[in-house]
Protein backbone atom coordinates (compact mmCIF):
# COMPACT_ATOMS: atom_id res chain seq x y z
CA UNK A 1 0.00 0.00 0.00
CA UNK A 2 1.22 3.46 -0.76
CA UNK A 3 2.37 5.62 1.96
CA UNK A 4 0.55 8.66 1.06
CA UNK A 5 -1.16 10.46 -1.99
CA UNK A 6 -1.56 13.54 -4.10
CA UNK A 7 -4.71 13.65 -6.09
CA UNK A 8 -4.82 16.06 -9.07
CA UNK A 9 -8.47 16.96 -10.22
CA UNK A 10 -9.69 16.22 -6.70
CA UNK A 11 -13.12 17.87 -7.38
CA UNK A 12 -14.22 15.71 -9.98
CA UNK A 13 -15.71 12.30 -9.81
CA UNK A 14 -12.81 9.78 -9.94
CA UNK A 15 -10.85 12.87 -7.75
CA UNK A 16 -14.00 12.89 -5.05
CA UNK A 17 -13.96 9.01 -4.72
CA UNK A 18 -10.48 8.63 -4.21
CA UNK A 19 -10.21 10.71 -1.57
CA UNK A 20 -13.16 8.91 0.06
CA UNK A 21 -10.68 5.76 -0.48
CA UNK A 22 -7.84 7.29 0.81
CA UNK A 23 -10.12 8.44 4.05
CA UNK A 24 -11.44 4.96 4.27
CA UNK A 25 -7.72 3.19 4.06
CA UNK A 26 -6.06 5.62 6.46
CA UNK A 27 -3.77 6.77 3.42
CA UNK A 28 -2.56 10.69 3.79
CA UNK A 29 -3.72 13.43 1.17
CA UNK A 30 -0.16 15.46 0.71
CA UNK A 31 -1.82 17.52 -2.03
CA UNK A 32 -5.21 18.40 -4.02
CA UNK A 33 -5.94 20.14 -7.03
CA UNK A 34 -8.66 21.50 -8.65
CA UNK A 35 -9.91 24.07 -11.62
CA UNK A 36 -12.41 26.17 -10.97
CA UNK A 37 -14.78 24.83 -7.91
CA UNK A 38 -13.12 26.81 -5.32
CA UNK A 39 -15.69 26.45 -2.59
CA UNK A 40 -15.15 22.16 -2.64
CA UNK A 41 -11.30 22.75 -2.80
CA UNK A 42 -11.64 24.50 -0.11
CA UNK A 43 -13.96 22.15 1.90
CA UNK A 44 -11.92 19.29 0.78
CA UNK A 45 -8.95 21.22 2.09
CA UNK A 46 -10.12 21.92 5.80
CA UNK A 47 -11.32 17.83 5.95
CA UNK A 48 -7.59 16.63 4.59
CA UNK A 49 -5.35 18.86 5.47
CA UNK A 50 -2.90 18.31 2.43
CA UNK A 51 0.49 20.67 2.76
CA UNK A 52 -0.65 22.09 -0.66
CA UNK A 53 -3.48 22.82 -3.45
CA UNK A 54 -3.28 24.16 -6.80
CA UNK A 55 -5.92 25.34 -8.84
CA UNK A 56 -5.03 25.34 -12.34
CA UNK A 57 -6.80 27.94 -13.41
CA UNK A 58 -4.43 30.09 -12.42
CA UNK A 59 -6.45 33.35 -11.89
CA UNK A 60 -9.15 31.63 -8.95
CA UNK A 61 -5.40 30.42 -6.95
CA UNK A 62 -5.79 33.82 -5.10
CA UNK A 63 -9.67 32.95 -3.92
CA UNK A 64 -8.53 30.26 -2.52
CA UNK A 65 -5.74 31.67 -0.71
CA UNK A 66 -7.58 33.80 0.58
CA UNK A 67 -10.40 31.38 2.01
CA UNK A 68 -7.22 29.39 3.87
CA UNK A 69 -5.66 31.92 4.98
CA UNK A 70 -6.34 31.08 8.44
CA UNK A 71 -4.37 27.72 7.65
CA UNK A 72 -0.93 26.32 7.05
CA UNK A 73 -2.07 24.73 3.62
CA UNK A 74 0.32 26.27 0.84
CA UNK A 75 -1.84 27.37 -2.50
CA UNK A 76 -0.14 27.52 -6.19
CA UNK A 77 -1.89 28.10 -9.49
CA UNK A 78 -1.30 27.41 -12.83
CA UNK A 79 0.76 24.13 -14.46
CA UNK A 80 3.57 24.51 -12.61
CA UNK A 81 1.90 24.28 -9.59
CA UNK A 82 -0.12 21.44 -11.36
CA UNK A 83 3.13 20.04 -11.75
CA UNK A 84 4.64 20.48 -8.44
CA UNK A 85 1.13 19.42 -6.76
CA UNK A 86 2.31 15.84 -8.93
CA UNK A 87 5.41 14.90 -7.96
CA UNK A 88 6.58 17.04 -4.97
CA UNK A 89 4.68 15.68 -1.67
CA UNK A 90 3.33 12.41 -2.26
CA UNK A 91 4.78 8.77 -3.11
CA UNK A 92 1.72 8.07 -5.58
CA UNK A 93 -0.23 10.85 -7.51
CA UNK A 94 -3.76 10.19 -8.60
CA UNK A 95 -3.94 11.40 -12.36
CA UNK A 96 -7.59 12.27 -12.01
CA UNK A 97 -7.78 15.14 -14.29
CA UNK A 98 -9.79 15.43 -17.23
CA UNK A 99 -8.36 15.85 -20.91
CA UNK A 100 -4.57 16.30 -22.06
CA UNK A 101 -3.61 18.86 -19.18
CA UNK A 102 -3.21 15.53 -17.40
CA UNK A 103 0.47 14.87 -19.60
CA UNK A 104 3.15 17.20 -18.45
CA UNK A 105 1.70 16.49 -14.44
CA UNK A 106 2.25 12.81 -14.87
CA UNK A 107 5.41 13.12 -16.87
CA UNK A 108 7.08 15.29 -14.00
CA UNK A 109 5.81 12.34 -11.55
CA UNK A 110 7.29 9.40 -13.58
CA UNK A 111 10.93 11.77 -13.11
CA UNK A 112 10.12 11.82 -9.67
CA UNK A 113 9.58 7.95 -9.93
CA UNK A 114 6.59 7.85 -8.06
CA UNK A 115 3.54 5.75 -8.59
CA UNK A 116 0.79 7.13 -10.85
CA UNK A 117 -2.53 5.78 -9.94
CA UNK A 118 -3.85 6.28 -14.03
CA UNK A 119 -7.48 7.36 -13.88
CA UNK A 120 -6.76 10.72 -17.35
CA UNK A 121 -6.53 8.09 -20.47
CA UNK A 122 -5.94 11.15 -22.80
CA UNK A 123 -1.98 11.22 -21.21
CA UNK A 124 -1.39 7.98 -22.59
CA UNK A 125 -3.58 8.57 -25.75
CA UNK A 126 -1.55 11.57 -26.39
CA UNK A 127 1.92 10.48 -25.80
CA UNK A 128 1.81 6.98 -24.56
CA UNK A 129 5.35 6.10 -26.06
CA UNK A 130 6.90 8.53 -24.90
CA UNK A 131 5.10 8.05 -21.54
CA UNK A 132 5.83 4.47 -20.79
CA UNK A 133 9.26 5.05 -22.03
CA UNK A 134 10.39 7.70 -19.67
CA UNK A 135 8.08 4.93 -17.22
CA UNK A 136 10.77 2.42 -17.67
CA UNK A 137 13.53 4.34 -18.08
CA UNK A 138 12.51 6.20 -14.51
CA UNK A 139 11.61 2.74 -12.74
CA UNK A 140 8.09 4.72 -12.08
CA UNK A 141 4.66 2.70 -11.88
CA UNK A 142 1.98 3.42 -13.77
CA UNK A 143 -0.94 1.37 -12.13
CA UNK A 144 -4.34 2.18 -13.98
CA UNK A 145 -7.57 3.21 -12.53
CA UNK A 146 -9.97 2.79 -15.33
CA UNK A 147 -12.21 -0.03 -14.86
CA UNK A 148 -11.04 -1.34 -17.89
CA UNK A 149 -8.01 -1.50 -17.94
CA UNK A 150 -7.46 -2.09 -14.18
CA UNK A 151 -9.20 -5.60 -14.94
CA UNK A 152 -6.55 -6.23 -17.81
CA UNK A 153 -3.91 -5.36 -15.17
CA UNK A 154 -5.48 -7.66 -12.88
CA UNK A 155 -5.99 -10.39 -15.31
CA UNK A 156 -2.20 -10.09 -16.22
CA UNK A 157 -0.75 -11.22 -13.06
CA UNK A 158 -1.66 -14.93 -14.50
CA UNK A 159 0.34 -13.81 -16.79
CA UNK A 160 3.83 -15.45 -15.66
CA UNK A 161 7.57 -14.12 -16.82
CA UNK A 162 6.68 -14.66 -20.46
CA UNK A 163 4.77 -13.32 -22.41
CA UNK A 164 1.25 -15.42 -22.91
CA UNK A 165 -1.09 -13.20 -24.17
CA UNK A 166 -2.82 -14.32 -27.25
CA UNK A 167 -5.63 -11.01 -27.02
CA UNK A 168 -7.24 -8.95 -24.88
CA UNK A 169 -10.88 -8.77 -24.49
CA UNK A 170 -12.02 -4.67 -24.25
CA UNK A 171 -15.63 -4.81 -22.72
CA UNK A 172 -17.88 -1.62 -22.33
CA UNK A 173 -21.45 -0.97 -21.64
CA UNK A 174 -22.27 0.37 -25.27
CA UNK A 175 -23.42 3.83 -23.43
CA UNK A 176 -26.89 4.93 -23.45
CA UNK A 177 -27.80 5.23 -27.36
CA UNK A 178 -26.30 1.28 -28.17
CA UNK A 179 -29.50 0.35 -29.55
CA UNK A 180 -29.97 3.52 -32.10
CA UNK A 181 -29.28 3.97 -35.44
CA UNK A 182 -27.30 7.35 -36.13
CA UNK A 183 -30.42 9.09 -37.64
CA UNK A 184 -32.05 8.65 -34.55
CA UNK A 185 -29.33 10.09 -32.30
CA UNK A 186 -28.99 13.13 -34.21
CA UNK A 187 -31.24 14.97 -31.81
CA UNK A 188 -29.75 13.68 -28.65
CA UNK A 189 -29.48 16.71 -25.79
CA UNK A 190 -26.21 16.90 -23.37
CA UNK A 191 -29.01 15.70 -20.09
CA UNK A 192 -29.71 12.52 -22.63
CA UNK A 193 -25.70 11.99 -23.31
CA UNK A 194 -24.51 11.91 -19.67
CA UNK A 195 -27.13 9.91 -18.22
CA UNK A 196 -24.85 6.84 -18.49
CA UNK A 197 -27.08 3.47 -17.64
CA UNK A 198 -24.37 2.07 -15.27
CA UNK A 199 -22.09 4.28 -14.55
CA UNK A 200 -21.89 7.48 -12.50
CA UNK A 201 -18.98 9.49 -14.19
CA UNK A 202 -18.30 13.16 -14.84
CA UNK A 203 -20.47 14.70 -17.96
CA UNK A 204 -17.22 14.83 -20.47
CA UNK A 205 -16.37 11.29 -19.65
CA UNK A 206 -20.49 9.90 -20.18
CA UNK A 207 -20.35 12.04 -23.63
CA UNK A 208 -17.49 10.08 -24.97
CA UNK A 209 -19.52 6.75 -22.96
CA UNK A 210 -22.66 7.76 -25.31
CA UNK A 211 -20.59 8.05 -28.65
CA UNK A 212 -18.04 5.35 -27.47
CA UNK A 213 -15.20 7.28 -28.55
CA UNK A 214 -14.10 6.55 -24.63
CA UNK A 215 -13.56 3.16 -25.77
CA UNK A 216 -11.50 3.97 -28.93
CA UNK A 217 -9.43 6.02 -26.19
CA UNK A 218 -9.38 3.05 -23.98
CA UNK A 219 -8.03 1.00 -26.82
CA UNK A 220 -5.60 3.21 -27.75
CA UNK A 221 -4.32 3.44 -23.80
CA UNK A 222 -4.41 -0.23 -23.81
CA UNK A 223 -2.09 -0.56 -26.51
CA UNK A 224 0.47 1.27 -24.33
CA UNK A 225 -0.37 0.22 -21.09
CA UNK A 226 0.05 -3.41 -22.00
CA UNK A 227 2.76 -3.53 -25.12
CA UNK A 228 -0.04 -4.71 -27.69
CA UNK A 229 -0.58 -3.85 -31.19
CA UNK A 230 -4.16 -3.01 -32.67
CA UNK A 231 -4.53 -6.69 -33.55
CA UNK A 232 -4.63 -7.92 -30.14
CA UNK A 233 -7.43 -6.12 -28.48
CA UNK A 234 -10.88 -7.00 -29.24
CA UNK A 235 -13.65 -4.45 -28.42
CA UNK A 236 -16.89 -6.24 -27.20
CA UNK A 237 -20.13 -4.58 -25.80
CA UNK A 238 -21.43 -5.84 -22.80
CA UNK A 239 -24.41 -3.51 -21.09
CA UNK A 240 -24.74 -5.43 -17.72
CA UNK A 241 -20.94 -4.27 -17.08
CA UNK A 242 -20.00 -7.18 -14.92
CA UNK A 243 -17.29 -8.01 -16.64
CA UNK A 244 -15.10 -5.25 -16.76
CA UNK A 245 -12.27 -6.87 -19.49
CA UNK A 246 -10.76 -10.21 -20.33
CA UNK A 247 -7.30 -11.71 -21.23
CA UNK A 248 -7.12 -14.81 -23.38
CA UNK A 249 -3.68 -16.73 -23.20
CA UNK A 250 -2.07 -18.25 -25.65
CA UNK A 251 -3.18 -21.92 -24.33
CA UNK A 252 -6.89 -21.15 -25.07
CA UNK A 253 -7.60 -20.23 -21.47
CA UNK A 254 -9.59 -16.75 -20.62
CA UNK A 255 -9.26 -14.80 -17.30
CA UNK A 256 -12.15 -12.22 -16.70
CA UNK A 257 -12.21 -9.78 -13.83
CA UNK A 258 -15.94 -9.24 -12.60
CA UNK A 259 -17.08 -6.21 -9.94
CA UNK A 260 -19.90 -3.99 -9.27
CA UNK A 261 -19.61 -1.15 -11.46
CA UNK A 262 -17.92 1.33 -8.80
CA UNK A 263 -14.83 3.07 -9.33
CA UNK A 264 -14.06 2.58 -5.10
CA UNK A 265 -13.08 -0.84 -6.74
CA UNK A 266 -10.05 0.35 -8.95
CA UNK A 267 -8.67 3.30 -7.46
CA UNK A 268 -8.32 1.32 -4.17
CA UNK A 269 -6.47 -1.54 -5.82
CA UNK A 270 -4.27 1.08 -7.46
CA UNK A 271 -3.02 2.12 -4.30
CA UNK A 272 -2.55 -0.83 -2.50
CA UNK A 273 -1.07 -2.65 -5.35
CA UNK A 274 0.39 -5.31 -4.90
CA UNK A 275 -1.85 -5.93 -2.02
CA UNK A 276 -5.68 -5.97 -1.38
CA UNK A 277 -7.40 -4.07 1.21
CA UNK A 278 -10.87 -5.11 2.47
CA UNK A 279 -13.34 -2.63 1.15
CA UNK A 280 -17.27 -2.00 1.42
CA UNK A 281 -18.54 -3.19 -1.45
CA UNK A 282 -19.73 -7.13 -2.18
CA UNK A 283 -19.28 -9.20 -5.24
CA UNK A 284 -22.46 -9.03 -7.78
CA UNK A 285 -25.20 -11.02 -6.74
CA UNK A 286 -25.18 -13.88 -9.29
CA UNK A 287 -28.20 -15.20 -8.41
CA UNK A 288 -29.93 -11.93 -9.47
CA UNK A 289 -28.10 -11.92 -13.00
CA UNK A 290 -30.46 -13.19 -15.59
CA UNK A 291 -28.06 -12.87 -18.18
CA UNK A 292 -24.81 -11.77 -19.32
CA UNK A 293 -24.79 -10.72 -22.73
CA UNK A 294 -22.04 -9.44 -25.21
CA UNK A 295 -22.02 -8.22 -28.94
CA UNK A 296 -19.85 -7.09 -31.41
CA UNK A 297 -19.75 -3.11 -32.35
CA UNK A 298 -21.73 -2.46 -35.25
CA UNK A 299 -19.45 0.51 -36.79
CA UNK A 300 -22.15 2.13 -38.75
CA UNK A 301 -23.48 3.21 -35.02
CA UNK A 302 -20.06 3.92 -33.39
CA UNK A 303 -18.05 5.85 -35.61
CA UNK A 304 -16.61 7.37 -33.28
CA UNK A 305 -15.29 4.19 -31.85
CA UNK A 306 -13.98 3.31 -35.66
CA UNK A 307 -11.85 6.74 -35.61
CA UNK A 308 -10.46 5.95 -32.69
CA UNK A 309 -9.40 2.61 -33.57
CA UNK A 310 -8.11 3.74 -37.20
CA UNK A 311 -5.72 6.38 -35.21
CA UNK A 312 -4.28 3.67 -33.41
CA UNK A 313 -3.16 2.20 -36.53
CA UNK A 314 -2.29 5.48 -38.11
CA UNK A 315 -0.02 6.36 -35.60
CA UNK A 316 2.28 9.29 -35.74
CA UNK A 317 0.07 12.63 -34.22
CA UNK A 318 -3.62 10.79 -35.59
CA UNK A 319 -4.51 9.98 -31.65
CA UNK A 320 -3.51 12.99 -30.40
CA UNK A 321 -5.29 15.10 -32.61
CA UNK A 322 -8.46 13.07 -32.54
CA UNK A 323 -8.09 13.44 -28.50
CA UNK A 324 -7.97 17.31 -28.59
CA UNK A 325 -10.39 18.12 -30.99
CA UNK A 326 -13.04 15.70 -29.26
CA UNK A 327 -11.89 17.04 -26.35
CA UNK A 328 -13.56 20.76 -27.54
CA UNK A 329 -16.18 19.23 -29.47
CA UNK A 330 -17.39 17.63 -26.55
CA UNK A 331 -17.38 20.73 -24.64
CA UNK A 332 -19.26 22.83 -27.41
CA UNK A 333 -22.02 19.64 -27.05
CA UNK A 334 -22.46 20.03 -23.62
CA UNK A 335 -22.69 23.76 -24.23
CA UNK A 336 -25.38 23.26 -27.00
CA UNK A 337 -23.11 24.73 -29.74
CA UNK A 338 -22.80 21.74 -31.50
CA UNK A 339 -24.76 18.56 -32.17
CA UNK A 340 -23.97 15.25 -30.78
CA UNK A 341 -23.49 13.43 -34.62
CA UNK A 342 -21.48 16.42 -35.34
CA UNK A 343 -18.81 15.45 -32.87
CA UNK A 344 -17.83 12.79 -34.77
CA UNK A 345 -18.17 14.83 -38.01
CA UNK A 346 -15.80 17.77 -37.13
CA UNK A 347 -12.92 15.46 -34.81
CA UNK A 348 -12.64 13.25 -38.08
CA UNK A 349 -12.12 16.28 -40.17
CA UNK A 350 -9.71 17.55 -37.60
CA UNK A 351 -7.65 13.86 -37.96
CA UNK A 352 -7.86 14.13 -41.73
CA UNK A 353 -6.92 17.80 -41.43
CA UNK A 354 -4.32 17.82 -39.23
CA UNK A 355 -2.85 14.47 -38.54
CA UNK A 356 1.01 13.29 -39.43
CA UNK A 357 2.87 10.22 -39.46
CA UNK A 358 6.01 9.80 -38.30
CA UNK A 359 7.60 9.10 -34.73
CA UNK A 360 6.67 12.19 -33.11
CA UNK A 361 8.14 14.26 -30.36
CA UNK A 362 6.53 15.58 -27.47
CA UNK A 363 6.93 19.42 -28.60
CA UNK A 364 5.09 17.96 -32.06
CA UNK A 365 2.33 16.13 -30.11
CA UNK A 366 1.50 19.10 -28.03
CA UNK A 367 1.93 21.51 -31.47
CA UNK A 368 -0.90 19.08 -32.99
CA UNK A 369 -3.56 18.88 -29.50
CA UNK A 370 -3.25 23.08 -29.94
CA UNK A 371 -4.12 22.71 -33.76
CA UNK A 372 -6.48 20.55 -33.40
CA UNK A 373 -8.48 22.76 -30.54
CA UNK A 374 -7.90 25.66 -32.95
CA UNK A 375 -9.55 23.42 -36.17
CA UNK A 376 -12.54 22.97 -33.56
CA UNK A 377 -13.51 26.52 -32.37
CA UNK A 378 -12.42 27.74 -35.59
CA UNK A 379 -14.77 25.64 -37.83
CA UNK A 380 -18.06 23.73 -35.60
CA UNK A 381 -20.43 26.76 -36.64
CA UNK A 382 -20.12 25.05 -40.14
CA UNK A 383 -21.48 21.47 -38.17
CA UNK A 384 -24.03 22.70 -35.98
CA UNK A 385 -26.52 19.99 -37.71
Not at 186 to 209: E, F, L, Q, R, Y
Not at 362 to 380: H, I, K, M, P, T
Amino acid sequence: MVKSISVLGSTGSVGKQALAVAERLNIPVKAISGNTNIELLEHQARKFKPEFVCVYEESRAKDLKNALADTDIKVGGGMSALKDCACSYADCVVTAVSGSVGLLPTLAAIDEGRRIALANKETLVCAGEIVMRRAAEKGAEIIPVDSEHSAIFQCLQAQGPEKALRRIFLTGSGGPFRCMSREETKNVTPDMAVAHPNWNMGAKISVDSATMMNKGLEFIEAMHLFSVAPDEIQVIIHPESVIHSMVEYKDGCVIAQLGVPDMAIPIQYALTYPERAESNLSAPDFFALSKLTFYEPEPEKTPCLALAMDCARRGGTAAAVMSAANEEAVYLFLSGKLGFNSIYDIVADAVNTLASTGTPTLESLQGADNAARRFVLENYRKYRG
